[in-house]
């Protein structure tokens, strides 16, 4: 069975640095999202991303996040400059053309120190 | 320990027995659902899904009943196993145009041996 796959499964930086999270979203789909996971709170939605454009954007996805479809299979989310606030998991999601059941990967979880 | 964040609703059962979770969504323009799974560690997991022209949808153990009316909607799991112990998320969208989900609270169900 098709999935999203996430790495890494686990990264830790320092305050101020840059990270890259990268997902591999369901090869047919064609709607992209990354939500974000505060420890023991709700899943917040960040982004949707689809023919190659942002067509959604929540309040938390400032100018320190971008993302990007480098190739026909990645999709990255970009923090420019982390800050402790940005520890969560992330969660990648794909949907296909003619549904709106999004697949969630298993996430990455960030620490900022 | 996971003690940081929003206290989650909770619901015990007896393996076998009947669960009902509930969810208040908050806005009367979604016109589709969805009930997701969560267990530790691991990404959202679709369970199922109903759209705002229905009030009821069955799947295997599972049922969703939606009333719009009061802008409320369950997830019925019969017969539950341990397997079934996870944090249960609700989920609103629009079918037409933004594609994001918003993520109710979660309530954190156990199945009791």
């Known amino acids: 069975e098709p999935e999203v796959t996430q790495t890494p499964s686990h990264q830790v930086t320092q305050m101020g640095q840059e990270v890259i999270l990268r997902c591999v979203p369901i090869?047919?789909?064609?709607?992209f999202y990354w939500y974000r996971q505060i420890l023991g709170q709700k899943v917040e939605f960040l982004v949707s991303?689809?023919?190659?454009?942002?067509?959604?954007k929540s309040e938390i996805f400032d100018d320190q996040f971008s993302v990007e479809r480098p190739d026909g299979s990645n999709f990255t989310l970009k923090i420019r400059s982390t800050k402790l606030e940005d520890s969560a998991m992330y969660f990648c999601?794909?949907?296909?053309?003619?549904?709106?059941?999004?697949?969630f990967g298993p996430g990455t979880r960030l620490t900022v120190l | 320990g996971e003690s940081v964040g929003l206290h989650l609703p909770t619901l015990s059962v007896q393996e076998g027995d009947n669960s009902i979770i509930n969810c208040a969504y908050s806005n009367s323009a979604s016109d589709y659902f969805i009930w997701y799974k969560q267990e530790s560690g691991k990404g959202p997991q679709f369970i199922i899904d109903i759209r705002s022209n229905m009030d009821k949808r069955q799947g295997q153990r599972v049922t969703v009943l939606l009333n719009k009316t009061v802008k409320h909607l369950s997830l019925q799991i019969a017969a539950t196993q341990p397997g079934d112990s996870a944090v249960y998320f609700c989920?609103?969208?629009?079918?037409?145009?933004?594609?994001?989900?918003?993520f109710g609270q979660g309530t954190r169900l156990t199945i009791n041996p």
């Open positions: 989920a609103e969208n629009s079918i037409q145009g933004a594609q994001k989900l918003v």
């Open positions: 090869s047919n789909h064609l709607y």
């Open positions: 991303f689809y023919n190659n454009e942002i067509s959604e």
């Open positions: 999601a794909s949907s296909g053309p003619a549904a709106n059941e999004q697949f």
